[in-house]
T-cell receptor, first 113, second 110 residues
């Protein structure tokens, strides 16, 4: 596709509910990243994939957060038993390996009520 | 601990004026990025600075990088209302992850 596509654009979840956020990167982009952006803050790194391999998940805030990219293209970020502090915008970015520059998607705004 | 500090965090300026946003970072990274974010929107890439002394300009914005001082600047010349947005700097660290600053919320008043 022409850009990084994320869905849904907005998600309201009741506390304790599980959610799944989808990222469709630019075709051919090997690297894929997830970031969490709280209101009024800069994005914070969550996890990084190169193809289907999750090379860095050190930014995931708890074991309730899980990300996968089984075929090396589309990625899903899953949050189990959502809490209010999970409310944020979740941004996905992709890039070519060995290059510089990242393309960000429009994000998913998650609100936990 | 990786840390990127921007200042000021809030900037209100008049159209036609000049100003500089500063970005201090903590590692020896040689790659520094500047992004723009409009309310409710995603991040738009402005500049990628790859080496010491790099200077890039696009329209009324100019970015520079001093890797020895671990400092990048974003200079705004003759500001216009359309530049109102939040500006983030980010350093690229090992593993290609970006560490972002808190952002500078710029408001340009007529």
């Amino acid at each position: 596709g022409a850009g990084v596509s994320q869905s849904p654009r907005y998600k309201v979840a009741k506390r304790g509910q599980d959610v799944a956020l989808r990222c469709d990167p630019i075709s051919g982009h090997v690297s894929l990243f997830w970031y969490q952006q709280a209101l009024g803050q800069g994005p914070e790194f969550l996890t990084y994939f190169q193809n289907e391999a999750q090379l860095d998940k050190s930014g995931l805030p708890s074991d309730r957060f899980f990300a996968e990219r089984p075929e090396g293209s589309v990625s899903t970020l899953k949050i189990q038993r959502t809490q209010q502090e999970d409310s944020a915008v979740y941004l996905c970015a992709s890039s070519w390996t060995g290059s510089y520059g990242y393309t960000f998607g429009s994000g998913t705004r998650l609100t936990v009520v | 601990e990786l840390k990127v500090e921007q200042n000021p965090l809030f900037l209100s300026m008049q159209e036609g004026k000049n100003y500089t946003i500063y970005c201090n970072y903590s590692t020896t990274s040689d790659r520094l990025y500047w992004y723009r974010q409009d309310p409710g929107k995603s991040l738009e890439s402005l500049f990628v600075l790859l080496s010491n002394g790099a200077v890039k300009q696009e329209g009324r914005l100019m970015a520079s990088l001093d890797t020895k001082a671990r400092l990048s600047t974003l200079h705004i010349t003759a500001a216009v209302h359309d530049l109102s947005a939040t500006y983030f700097c980010a350093e690229e660290t090992s593993g290609s992850r970006l560490t972002f600053g808190e952002g500078t919320q710029l408001t340009v008043n007529p």
